[in-house]
């Protein structure tokens, strides 16, 4: 037995649209299509290509954008330039990781210029352990000298 009792279906029966009452409908509807056509020709009547074309926008738009112009900001349109309107002379744009690369070398850049005048604190850092190793190379230097004399007067006082 199905869940629920002896009821086996739910809902309504179906219901069916009339033959007649549909052609009924699409007259009406064709006669009320001519009715407004023939009111916005009488009213433009210089402009022939005017009505026409808003003929063929009343045709286009069906249900409620006939009646409210919507505009979807999210649709990007595809329009196509003919090799004529291109102009190469223009700036292109870059992507987002494009001016970040450029960004980064223009630092990087700014950066080595400022290393090599001595004015970054790594640079600054540098140059006191240079002075710090050119002092220990020349105190060792004149240990060296000094022992080289001293070795040297050795010998001297060695061959007298």
Not at 50 to 79: A, C, T, Y
Not at 105 to 113: D, G, I, L, T
Request: no cysteine.
């Amino acid at each position: 037995m199905p869940r629920g009792g002896k009821r086996s279906h739910k809902g309504r029966g179906k219901q069916f649209s009339n033959p007649e009452e549909i052609d009924r409908q699409m007259k009406a509807q064709k006669e009320a299509e001519e009715n407004a056509g023939a009111e916005k020709g009488s009213s433009s009547e210089s402009g022939d290509e005017n009505s026409s074309d808003d003929e063929n926008d009343s045709r286009k738009r069906s249900g409620v954008e006939g009646l409210i112009e919507i505009e979807n900001p999210n649709r990007v349109s595809q329009k196509s330039k003919k090799v004529a309107e291109l102009d190469l002379n223009a700036p292109k744009e870059l992507t987002r990781r494009e001016r970040e690369e450029i960004e980064k070398q223009k630092s990087k850049e700014r950066y080595m210029k400022l290393h090599l005048e001595g004015k970054t604190e790594q640079a600054r850092a540098d140059l006191a352990r240079l002075a710090i190793i050119k002092k220990q190379r020349e105190e060792a230097a004149k240990k060296r000298d000094e022992l080289r004399k001293e070795k040297e007067a050795e010998e001297a006082k060695a061959k007298r």
